[in-house]
């Protein structure tokens, strides 16, 4: 945590972020903005673990901060969703699917001359907090706060405009690249290198989201939700 100061603190950070945004925007908007904030600008590192099982991640603090602005501006919302209803429906399945895993590997076995232990109740506890935070409170999120049409044309006016607006952080990083070979800006605010790529001998541009590939996945949604405007 030492070494990644300014990146914990922007993690901490953005649990108050999140109550102001829900507390001046409009629950749609605001769900957006918050989460596409969180996947863009903070950093993939790990601020606190106690084994596989609890883990406080960029994507569980994004998650997390943004559950905290719905319950704090938005819980009518987030009661109508039918919350319980709405976990266990993602849940169940994926639990009754990690339960047949569990049982059917209970023997170590050896993989590439080493020996793996079996499955037991701290992998399926592990894996059970993994679906909730990947799978079960996205899923909930979506479903109080897109509700409607207009919330889901709100939801493509913020991809776009976030898309453009990070644009302009990836062109800083091509052009800074000529000059300094590698340049990166989550080096120069959070002092945390990424491993350079390079591309047509330039360094491919990753911002703040660990890869270039990541940042391409998010650059191309951005376009197809553009796209979307015109249906």
Known sequence: ????????????AFFPFSVIVFGRME?????????LSGLLFLLEITIFSLGDAVQITKDRIIYLGTLLGILVHQNQALQRSRPIGSIAAVLLPLMIINALSLVTNLDGKFSQGAY???????????????????????FLIGRAMFVSYKDLRSLLYVLVGMGIFYTAFVLV????????RV???????YQIPYRPLFRFGLTEPAVFMGSGHILA???ATSVIAAAGFKK
């Open 116 to 138: 793996q232990s079996g499955l037991g109740v701290a992998w399926l506890l592990g894996q059970t907090i993994d679906d909730f935070f990947t799978l079960g409170l996205p």
């Open 173 to 180: 990083e091509v052009v800074m690249s000529i000059p300094f």
């Open 183 to 189: 340049f990166q800006l989550s080096h120069l605010i």
């Open 1 to 12: 945590m030492q070494d990644h100061i300014l990146a914990t603190l922007a993690q901490m």
């Open 217 to 219: 996945t998010f650059l």
């Open 27 to 35: 629950r749609a908007p605001a769900a957006a903005f918050v989460v």
